[in-house]
């Protein structure tokens, strides 16, 4: 298995919902990235987890709340979002958190706040 | 602040023609460099990436990007496109604590 899967794939939420977006993956890495990708611009690094601890916090307000249970998998707890936080979340794995390692992207999370 | 320039918003080609996609970071230190893809519908890929070594790296499909210290460059290329070669291009700078990406560039190929 070479994926990485993220859910949902769509999600609509009002800004005052509690939501949680996850991603998943089974080739044994040991980082994970979540960003955010707003349209026409690229990706921005949000968190990176090494070894299932936080590792990189990229200034992200604390209405985003990330969590790494085990190494297969991550989540982004959202809670009081904006409506300037409606983007596509990426969610990425490397073997490592290495540089030199590539990252594993997956296909993404809609998210649009109403 | 560290940033990734790609001056070429979108490209058009025919098929056949010559490629080449540019990219300028700034930063004064060592860094990594990436290429990834993305295809109509399909996730983000990693095309090729320089970390240290021949300045000239190689990766899939064909492409190939040169690292060129002196410009702070890390252009890609490919001498003859394909029509599958449609796709969104983005060059990504690690700087040893930051991974950026640059804005991207829609390449259109046409048969």
């Known amino acids: 298995d070479t994926e990485v899967t993220q859910t949902p794939k769509h999600l609509v939420m009002g800004m005052t919902n509690k939501k949680s977006l996850k991603c998943e993956q089974h080739?044994?890495?040991?980082?994970m990235y979540w960003y955010k990708q707003k349209a026409k611009k690229p990706p921005e690094l949000m968190f990176v987890?090494?070894?299932?601890?936080?590792?990189i916090n990229e200034s992200v307000p604390s209405r985003f709340s990330p969590e790494c249970p085990n190494s297969s998998l991550l989540n982004l707890h959202l809670h009081a979002l904006q409506p300037e936080d409606s983007a596509l979340y990426l969610c990425?794995?490397?073997?490592?958190?290495?540089?030199?390692?590539?990252?594993?992207f997956g296909p993404g999370t809609r998210l649009t706040v109403l | 602040a560290q940033s990734v320039s790609q001056h070429n918003h979108h490209v058009i080609l025919s098929e056949a023609a010559s490629l080449e996609l540019g990219c300028n970071y700034s930063?004064?230190?060592?860094?990594?460099l990436f290429w990834y893809v993305q295809y109509p519908g399909q996730h983000l890929q990693l095309l090729l990436k320089?970390?240290?070594?021949?300045?000239l790296v190689k990766g899939i499909k064909g492409f190939e990007a040169e690292f060129i210290k002196s410009k702070f460059s890390f252009n890609l290329r490919k001498p003859s496109v394909q029509w599958s070669d449609t796709a969104e291009y983005f060059c990504?700078?690690?700087?040893?604590?930051?991974?950026?990406f640059g804005t991207g560039t829609s390449l259109t190929v046409i048969p």
């Open positions: 990425a794995s490397s073997p490592t958190a290495q540089p030199e390692d590539e990252q594993f």
């Open positions: 080739m044994g890495h040991r980082a």
């Open positions: 987890y090494s070894y299932e601890k936080l590792s």
């Open positions: 930063y004064g230190g060592t860094v990594n």
């Open positions: 320089y970390f240290s070594g021949d300045p």
């Open positions: 990504a700078v690690y700087t040893g604590n930051q991974f950026y």
